[in-house]
């Protein structure tokens, strides 16, 4: 079930700005100490709106790629104050876009909305990083797989391409918690996501699903011991250049 190709993906949240250039220079210089990883990983930073076209412009690595962290579902312009739409952020030079974020499901983003703007971000050939997971009292309530079951049927139409799809599977009660999933636990879920996406989309191989949620440089040998799992979203930590860099060597310690 594991692609060869490990991600590690930061979501800084609401955090930085044009000073914080510096942390994707310490990243480019870690990157030149330790080439004979390169072909084994890639790292895409999620930051806000106001950093991509920056970032894009002043970065010079090319093992280092950007993202957004949501769109509008409307395709081009309209009357959507504050909004962005998938084709702006595609002209400032994002690549990828994190959707159905727990953060923004609980600002109203419905499995129907997600599925809006899932289409509207592949139209515009962008990849997506697609957020599923329960809560802590859906997982109490031992929902958590059909609650998996419902957000991905609900969101992914049997027309994506479900190649350009990356699914992050973020239980809600392990963000900034610092609680994670037992490894037992964490496998037959992975195993699940696979098998669900693969026969309910009637795709020949398993789908990139990585995992985000309290990821830290302690933790991620445990992560690393699961071979379903593909790669990470990374909250906090992403936004050091420390921590994340730290995460990256003790996983392949």
């Not at 998996?148 to 994506?160: A, E, F, V």
Request: aromatic share 12%.
């Amino acid at each position: 079930m594991t692609n060869k190709l490990i991600y590690f993906i930061g979501n800084w949240k609401m955090f930085g700005d044009f000073s914080s250039i510096k942390i994707i220079n310490k990243l480019n210089k870690f990157y030149s100490k330790f080439k004979k990883i390169h072909y084994r990983n890639k790292i895409i930073l999620c930051v806000p709106y106001t950093l991509i076209h920056f970032f894009k412009e002043k970065n010079k690595s090319k093992h280092i790629y950007f993202g957004a962290q949501n769109c509008h579902q409307h395709q081009t312009n309209g009357p959507f104050t504050g909004s962005i739409s998938a084709s702006m952020i595609k002209k400032v030079g994002a690549q990828y876009v994190i959707l159905g974020h727990s953060e923004n499901r609980s600002s109203g983003d419905t499995n129907h909305k997600i599925r809006d703007k899932i289409k509207s971000a592949l139209n515009e050939k962008l990849r997506i990083i697609f957020c599923i997971g329960e809560t802590f009292k859906e997982r109490k309530e031992k929902k958590t797989i059909s609650v998996l079951r419902k957000q991905i049927k609900g969101s992914i139409d049997k027309k994506y391409n479900l190649n350009k799809i990356i699914i992050a599977y973020e239980p809600v009660w392990s963000i900034g918690t610092g609680n994670v999933p037992q490894k037992n636990e964490l496998r037959k879920i992975f195993i699940f996501i696979k098998r669900e996406i693969k026969k309910t989309f009637k795709i020949k191989s398993f789908p990139i699903v990585i995992y985000g949620g309290s990821v830290n440089a302690k933790n991620i040998s445990m992560f690393s011991s699961i071979s379903e799992i593909d790669g990470f979203l990374i909250g906090g930590a992403s936004q050091s250049s420390k921590k994340f860099i730290d995460i990256i060597k003790n996983y392949y310690k």
